[in-house]
DNA sequence: CCGAACACCGTATGGTGTTCGGTATGACGG
DNA sequence: CCGTCATACCGAACACCATACGGTGTTCGG
């Protein structure tokens, strides 16, 4: 599939592309053109190893309370420090995935999360060791 | 930054870049080369809508016990469908981030996890509403 | 059987990635 | 102060690539 091949390395050519899945290059590119036009593909990218920039601290954040309607998902979406961040059925409301520098800086996002209106308590999940990251398919 | 720049488009052209930081098209190269070769940049890769390829439900999944010394990090890995799988501390020893096409798929997974050696239960935790799902900086 | 819609191919061309020789800058040791 | 070395940059050259387009085969409803 184009898609797979693209997830892997999406500086290949269309004309290799092509080669591999039995088209032409012109082809290969019509169909991943129509592939962003149908927003299946939203963007290329480029995968930065957090680490190396000094994000070595990745936290989930369980969040209860809160009044999630209208603008608190503005509000969290104004920390940079936070990955993710979805509505949860479960123990919590709101589970957030942080990535900071330190402890330290930890800190200081939840002490910030702590102001958005309505929260009552959080409750952190520090990772000791990612086994892996990936994208699907 | 560079880095910056690419994570939001990764098919600007080296003399776009080279402009952006005022620099010439082949230095621009050089650097961005050098933060591949040191690991920084990892990969350039497309986002995929997941959603829009049938992986409708996000999950995460606590995993209580398990022997993760080894290779159950690889039997997890063997698992299409986990999409993220951490070292935690906390009220759990593993976070699993898993996405399905349906509840049907979830339970399937979970199955397998099961039988990696020496898991003891799993809390399952389904995500109703995503905020958003980005990447830092 | 007709005509439209669609997906593909081959080609042309302007732009791009990649490489390379030459030059400026700064660090270091004698 | 001077030579050297390493590093980072520029500008140009060249092969390759993205992109657009006209033409062709296939499918399918009417």
Redesign the pocket.
Known sequence: MLIGLLQEDA????????KAV?????????????LRERGVIRRTTIEVDQAALGHTVTSYVMVDGGSWMGDSAAELAAIPEIEEAHVIAGPASVLLKIRTPGTRELQDVLRRVFQVDGVTGTRTIVVLETFFERTLK
Chains 1, 2 share one sequence.
């Not at 500086?11 to 092509?18: C, E, F, Q, V």
């Not at 039995?22 to 129509?34: F, I, M, Q």
């Open positions: 500086t290949r050519s269309y004309a290799m592309l092509g039995g088209l032409s290059g012109g082809a290969a590119h019509e169909r991943v053109r129509k």
